[in-house]
């Protein structure tokens, strides 16, 4: 297809699509003339990608970038090809603080994988951001005097397993790995708001349950 | 105690603890002298909860004092006291666009609560932010071409319910009724991370499990 009508199928204007290109978050079509080129369904999908890191994360252009060089690396196994990806989406500074709570955090959370026997997370600890999210975020609840530990966080870790469980059954439904680790890199940025959402919603309807609505 | 001993033991300044109680976000001390007055228990937890909505959360201190004035409102029952309080915190802006994937995407949130019997969720739709919030988030899947409806959409939903019967578990080993509905709205704001940071680990977890790491 000619640009226009990838602008008209994905909803991206052309000045825009053009700004990708230049920025190189979008591969060059194929030259059919001096100056027209021709575009693919992969175009399609990876403008579809760019939008949701873009405008939907918040994901500055360098970063998306880098993201993007993530994704296309076929030399990676799928689990550091979509990590890796994952690891350079942008997060919350750390605290610079290796206080008491931080010390506390690292601990609790170290007994919580060695508990569900996640090896691969404690393997990887020293490197993830992920792992370091979780530190800081249990920190903070300790910090405020909530006195949260493996004990209490196991419960929601193996819940939050078997979500992700569904998540990669779904991946595994789409027909080639470039979509499967497009998706979820996707699914990454868009699914948390909906978890959040119906984290809430149950949350209420759990309450009206025990206690009624008045 | 003395306003310096709160300072002490909250670990908030003095003029920040005086800051709160001009602006009504900390109810005024026992009066036992001209200048001073006497605090107990329940300031340092109510200075708890505000460092949470406010440092932690973002919330604007007007925001702050309108959740803080359902969580005192004794007149309510436990459902409607929290969740005003939980309805009353920022959120992301809506669209103001009511698009085919809005649409789209209420059908499917609706035609999930009433495959899943979410009675209360259903009856408070109209009013929940919760639930404007779930169909936001759906339509932005929606409208970037990832086919979310009601079947996929359920699995998670039932897994987050499993979340809320453990919030609601752990919030009922407070003593009083005030720090029950205190401990829903902290762990609100501030219990949102670690599910994130949780649900992320697990996915590596998974995925090193389903397709190995190299």
Same mark, same amino acid.
């Given at each position: 297809?000619?640009?226009? #009508?990838?602008?008209?199928?994905?909803?991206?204007?052309?000045?825009?699509?053009?700004?990708?290109?230049?920025?190189?978050?979008?591969?060059?079509?194929?030259? +059919?003339?001096?100056?027209?080129?021709?575009?693919?369904?992969?175009?399609?999908? @990876?403008? @579809?990608?760019?939008?949701?890191?873009?405008?939907?994360?918040?994901?500055?252009?360098?970063? !998306?970038?880098?993201?993007?060089?993530?994704?296309?690396?076929?030399?990676?196994?799928?689990? +550091?090809?979509?990590?890796?990806?994952? *690891?350079?989406?942008?997060?919350?500074?750390?605290?610079?603080? #290796?206080?008491?709570?931080?010390?506390?955090?690292?601990?609790?959370?170290?007994?919580?994988?060695?508990?569900?026997? *996640?090896?691969?997370?404690?393997?990887?600890?020293?490197? /993830?951001?992920?792992?370091?999210?979780?530190?800081?975020?249990?920190? /903070?609840?300790?910090?405020?005097?909530?006195? *949260?530990?493996?004990?209490?966080?196991?419960?929601?870790?193996?819940?939050?397993?078997?979500?992700?469980?569904?998540?990669?059954?779904?991946?595994?439904?789409?027909?080639?790995?470039?979509?499967?680790? #497009?998706? !979820?890199?996707? /699914?990454?940025?868009?699914?948390?708001?909906?978890?959040?959402?119906?984290?809430?919603?149950?949350?209420?309807?759990? /309450?009206?349950?025990?206690?009624?609505?008045?």
């Amino acid at each position: 297809m000619r640009l226009a #009508e990838l602008s008209e199928r994905s909803g991206v204007s052309t000045a825009t699509i053009k700004y990708y290109l230049r920025e190189g978050l979008l591969p060059p079509g194929r030259r +059919i003339g001096a100056t027209t080129a021709d575009y693919d369904d992969t175009h399609l999908r @990876r403008l @579809r990608l760019v939008r949701t890191l873009i405008q939907v994360g918040g994901v500055p252009v360098a970063k !998306a970038r880098e993201v993007l060089r993530h994704v296309d690396d076929e030399s990676l196994g799928r689990t +550091i090809r979509a990590g890796a990806a994952l *690891w350079a989406l942008p997060r919350l500074p750390e605290p610079e603080a #290796e206080d008491d709570a931080v010390v506390t955090a690292r601990a609790e959370v170290d007994r919580l994988l060695e508990e569900l026997g *996640w090896s691969t997370a404690r393997e990887l600890a020293p490197l /993830s951001p992920d792992h370091r999210s979780l530190v800081v975020a249990v920190a /903070s609840l300790i910090r405020l005097g909530y006195r *949260w530990d493996a004990r209490l966080l196991a419960p929601y870790a193996r819940l939050m397993h078997q979500v992700a469980v569904h998540d990669l059954d779904n991946m595994e439904e789409y027909p080639s790995e470039a979509e499967r680790v #497009e998706a !979820a890199v996707a /699914s990454a940025v868009l699914f948390e708001p909906v978890l959040k959402a119906m984290h809430r919603l149950a949350q209420e309807e759990e /309450s009206a349950r025990r206690y009624g609505l008045s």
